[in-house]
């Protein structure tokens, strides 16, 4: 049974960092693409970065040179490192893997940024 669990998020200033954690059990993590996705409650669930097997990344404009997504294969865990936060940052943080033809999504882990 494939189960993501994200960590990490909290309040931050303007400006700030956050690590946010997405572990994974079920399945090897280095083996597949993973995703970092957001929602604001009302709006669509927006992708924000991905990372492939081979370890190849991609990010949307708006976090561009600000987030960082990798990957611990010992740890089985896929990190998003997000630096100079901005309001508009504000969100629930989801993690993604498609697997066997199924998408598994973690419950999400809340990020607000806000002095």
């Known amino acids: 049974q494939v189960q993501l669990v994200e960590s990490g998020g909290g309040l931050v200033q303007p400006g700030g960092s956050l690590r946010l954690s997405c572990a994974a059990s079920g399945i090897m993590l280095r083996s597949n693409a993973i995703a970092w996705y957001r929602q604001v409650p009302g709006n669509q669930r927006e992708w924000v970065a991905g990372i492939r097997s081979i370890g190849t990344t991609n990010y949307a404009d708006s976090v561009k040179g600000r987030f960082t997504i990798s990957r611990d294969n010992t740890k089985n865990t896929v990190y998003l490192q997000m630096n100079s936060l901005k309001p508009e940052d504000t969100a629930d943080y989801y993690c993604?893997?498609?697997?066997?033809?199924?998408?598994?999504w973690g419950q999400g882990t809340q990020v607000t940024v806000s002095s």
């Open positions: 993604k893997v498609v697997y066997g033809g199924s998408s598994y």
